[in-house]
Nanobody
Framework: QVQLVESGGGLVQAGDSLRLSCAASGRTFSTYSMAWFRQAPGKEREFVVHISTRGSSTYYGDSVKGRFTISRDNLKNTVYLQMNSLKPEDTAVYYC?????????????????WGQGTQVTVSS
């Protein structure tokens, strides 16, 4: 089992950058592929990006492609989300998720563990 704790959210202006972190407990972090999802008020949780266990493969949602970058440090048990050129529509609670199995990577059901979320608010 793994526990996930997100941090780094906050209030920024459009065009600014922000880096989120997700710290994982346990000694098997490198066996989990990781993802970020987000959920805006009144909307369904949306896939943002996925990274493979060793970080060699990434997959981005269309709405963040070219602006967001995911990375991971398996020695620190941490995954990061660098968000650049933020837009008001990026405002949401951002969740970190982990999985060990296969299957579709852009669906909520594909993940076994979730963090509590961190709020990102982008003002215009």
């Amino acid at each position: 089992q793994v526990q996930l704790v997100e941090s780094g959210g906050g209030l920024v202006q459009a065009g600014d950058s922000l880096r989120l972190s997700c710290a994982a407990s346990g000694r098997t972090f490198s066996t989990y592929s990781m993802a970020w999802f987000r959920q805006a008020p009144g909307k369904e949780r949306e896939f943002v990006v996925h990274i493979s266990t060793r970080g060699s493969s990434t997959y981005y949602g269309d709405s963040v492609k070219g602006r967001f970058t995911i990375s991971r440090d398996n020695l620190k048990n941490t995954v990061y989300l660098q968000m650049n050129s933020l837009k008001p529509e990026d405002t949401a609670v951002y969740y970190c998720a982990a999985r060990q199995g296969g299957g579709a990577i852009a669906t909520i059901r594909g993940y076994d563990y979730w963090g509590q979320g961190t709020q990102v608010t982008v003002s215009s």
